[in-house]
């Protein structure tokens, strides 16, 4: 996953039944970029968590990575929380390690280095907290990664520290009907217990994006449907108050790629990402027909033939999908939105966070 800036709102905390507190706050996830970082500072009167994504930890325990020195002077500046994200990712590889986060959650040497870092780093920053964000975690360390999830909760919160957790998205137990679910359930989703993790965090983050990846077919990240029963699952173990919906609003080219590197049959469909500028000028360039609005999936989609292939453009940034994704937010009364975005959307996305109310 490339790095992006990422913004999230914290809506409505929940009070008395039928009724929310007064006040919003809008989280702000945030993985440097130049561009990024100006649309973090223009809209910093709207958010109160930022999470920066630099610190790396590896099988050692050891943790890598330093906090950029204006993000964490603009953030004080204006009394946003900072709550850097801790991953398992492989600068060297681009891909997150399950042998990493197996060895972490396994040796207890390891994974007291680990926590013990991690709140070295809250301390030596001035943090609001930690979160965690392993991913390719094998169902079969389910349990040991809910335990190292409780252990580090506990250390943080003793010294004040706040901890979240995120979660690859799911709609089931099962792993579903055919090889590609079983292998997002063994190497992805499975390893997630969160009932256990909405016990120990102080809120978990849904990554509810990838409903279609460059693994897949082409089809959207999250269409509305797919992203309500991810959501009702969540709310089955982990309540509202403690949820954090991902939104993504993003877009992606579907097309065909040759690279012995990335497929042993030396060709396959990928995808990469595309902003609605981009989509729209493939569409001219190519004489593909305008992109079509999918009222039930709440995206826009479109293809033109290129070398005699098809390409197909999912985009969900349109702000009709964002609208589509609030009203869930509204419906469920989840703690938050968080949301991928690289600085560039339109500007109108940041008076629908002005204007969210559940009322």
Known sequence: MKFLLVLSL???????????????????????????????????????????????????????????????KLAKE?????????KNMNPARGLFERDWVREIVHNRRVKERVIKSMLEICKRYGLYGIQIDFENVHVDDRDAFSLFCRDAASALKKEGYKISICAVHRAEESAGPNTYTKWMMEEWRGGYDLKALGEVADFVKIMSYGQHTRRTTPGPSQGLPWLEEVLKYFLSFVPPEKLSLGITMGGSRYHTVADTALYYQNARSWSSGVSLNEAESLVDQYGGSPLQWDDRQKVLYGYFERGGLYEWLMIDNDLRSLDAKLELVKKYKVRAINM????????????????????
């Open 340 to 359: 991928w975005v690289s600085g560039n959307e339109n500007p109108e996305l940041w008076d629908r966070v002005k204007a969210f109310t559940y009322k």
């Open 78 to 86: 204006h009394n946003v929380k900072i709550m850097p994200q801790v």
């Open 10 to 72: 914290l809506s409505l905390l929940l009070g008395a039944p039928g009724h929310v507190a007064a006040q919003q706050e809008l989280e702000f996830h945030f993985a440097y970029r130049p561009s990024a970082f100006e649309a973090f500072k223009k809209n910093i009167d709207r958010v109160t968590i930022v999470s920066p994504e630099p610190f790396i930890v590896d099988a050692s325990g050891v943790i890598f990575g330093e906090l950029e020195p204006k993000l964490v």
